[in-house]
């Protein structure tokens, strides 16, 4: 199956146009959400090279300390919003159709205008770098007053641009969840559905609970800035606390909403790889829509130094510790499923296997800074850094490339380079933790984040961090490289290309045992 299995007739560079402008074809518009997605990998990894650049060593080499805050806002947004989430977008459009036997998404139109509001909302966003004051310079969470009453003037831009994205994000939603609701082919049941189908469901309704959240704090922000009122403003009777638990009541719930399709590619790929079904299907569903539940009520776990009630921290503390409990779950049914799996090895599963790990090193740190009365050591120390990027990183960004290796075969009919598909695994998995993991000793020695200068005891791990960094980087180019080879002169690929795999890929529980007949010899 390719991008061009539909009834367009092309002819001539302006058809070809026209046909990417106004496609509703669902292939069209996951490979455009997924072209979008890279490009903004790249600018967004630019920025953090940045970043990583001047922390090469103490004192202040490259840049000034309001462009390096320049760069984190922008770093941040980037890779949350134009990378991460519409690469899983991508992902859903290519693949929910084709694993429910829909012809196409359920609102197709509405799916192509979703979708070419970003580039508007991106280029509104990084533009702001050009503006008078600079962009701005208040960190991808935006707290105010920092973002209302001393932000640059181009925050005005920046709050446009998010709600632009956030209107990308509900039609997104609402289309995902009309077309698994009301388009699955006869037979497919809730529960023969396949796991990534599922968790892009929950992660819809995720999506559509929250972003108005987000729309309603960058609106109040809009009116601190423009009209007089004070719902951030502790000198008009407001509150800066305020907007720190909605934005966090957003916030939590956005960080699931990039991890959850990820949980999903990854019981995609290892139960194909392992040749086994998924261990325990149900238990999974049930975990992922426990962790979206959970999700609504652990947001002020980014909120214990901020002196909240004892009592509410020791709630905090206890509903954040128990959503590990279904994540862990997840991770012991892919464990089991690879147990006694007539394993191979080949990129997709590579990645899986890193997130697996990797993931479960990012959920050990997130529960030690669950901890309300350690959470106060490591409140915005590089520690926090390294547990967030040890999820989003080796968690949600591998996923991504695992299932761009995946079901490449099946987007383009090609086959990639299996010898440099390894390549770029080993040089990302090495990179990724030779980049985090030292931050999170100098995040327990004390380093504070966002900060462009620090103490000459930090130098060491910084520089290590910083080269780890670019070799991460760098290595991304050959990812690039081998998508456009496989595009351009990649082998036809099988029509089962994982071979002894087929037919696992979808995980879904087969209603009867398959029998086969052996055809009588008269016939022959």
Not at 68 to 84: S, Y
Not at 489 to 505: R, V
């Amino acid at each position: 199956m390719t991008t061009l299995d539909h009834d367009h007739s092309d002819h001539g560079p302006a058809k070809g146009l026209s046909r990417w402008l106004f496609s509703t074809n669902h292939k069209d518009i996951g490979t455009l959400y997924l072209w979008f997605s890279l490009s903004m990998f790249f600018l967004g990894g630019l920025f953090a090279m940045v970043i990583r650049a001047e922390l090469f060593q103490p004192g202040l080499q490259l840049v000034q300390p309001e462009f390096f805050n320049q760069m984190t806002t922008m770093h941040g947004l980037i890779m949350v919003f134009g990378a991460v989430m519409p690469a899983f977008v991508g992902l859903a459009n290519w693949m929910i159709p084709l694993m429910i036997g829909a012809p196409d998404m359920a609102l197709p139109r509405m799916n192509n205008l979703s979708f070419w509001i970003l580039p508007f909302a991106f280029a509104m966003l990084v533009s702001t770098l050009f503006m008078e004051g600079g962009a701005p310079d208040f960190g991808w969470t935006f707290y105010a007053p920092l973002s209302t009453t001393y932000a640059p003037p181009s925050v005005t831009f920046f709050i446009f641009a998010v709600h632009i994205m956030g209107a990308s994000s509900i039609m997104g939603a609402i289309n995902v969840i009309a077309t698994i609701l009301n388009m699955r082919a006869p037979g497919m049941t809730w529960m023969k559905m396949p796991l990534f189908v599922w968790t892009w469901l929950i992660t819809a309704f995720l999506l559509i609970a929250v972003m108005p959240v987000l729309a309603g704090v960058v609106t109040m922000m809009l009116m601190d800035i423009h009209f007089g009122t004070s719902f951030f403003s502790a000198a008009g009777g407001g509150s800066p606390l305020l907007f720190q638990h909605l934005f966090w009541f957003f916030g939590h719930p956005e960080v699931y909403i990039m991890i959850l399709p990820a949980f999903g590619v990854v019981s995609a790929i290892i139960p194909a790889f392992a040749r086994k079904k998924l261990f325990g299907y149900h238990s999974m569903v049930w975990a992922t829509a426990s962790i979206a539940v959970l999700s609504f009520i652990v947001w002020a776990h980014h909120m214990f130094t901020v002196g909240i009630p004892f009592a509410g921290e020791l709630f905090f503390m206890a509903s954040t510790m128990l959503i590990a409990v279904p994540t862990g779950v997840k991770v012991f049914n892919w464990v089991a499923t690879m147990f006694h799996g007539s394993m191979t090895f080949e990129t997709p599963m590579l990645f899986a296997i890193a997130f697996v790990v990797l993931f479960t090193i990012g959920g050990f740190s997130g529960l030690m800074l669950a901890v309300a009365p350690a959470d106060f050591q490591y409140h915005d120390t590089y520690f926090v850094v390294a547990h967030f990027h040890y999820v989003l990183v080796p968690g949600a960004v591998f996923s991504i490339i695992a299932a761009t290796y995946y079901w490449l075969p099946k987007w383009c009919g090609r086959m990639y380079n299996e010898t440099l598909g390894k390549t770029h695994f080993w040089l990302s998995f090495i990179g990724v933790n030779v980049t985090f993991f030292p931050q999170h000793f100098i995040g327990l020695a004390g380093m504070p984040r966002r900060i462009p200068d620090y103490a000459v005891q930090f130098a060491d791990f910084n520089m290590v961090s910083s080269i780890g960094a670019f070799f991460f980087g760098s290595s991304q180019l050959l990812f690039l490289f081998i998508i456009i080879h496989t595009i351009v002169a990649g082998k036809k690929a099988e029509a089962k290309p994982w071979e002894g795999a087929e037919g696992l890929e979808w995980t879904v529980p087969s209603p009867a045992p398959h029998h086969t007949f052996e055809t009588p010899p008269d016939v022959k």
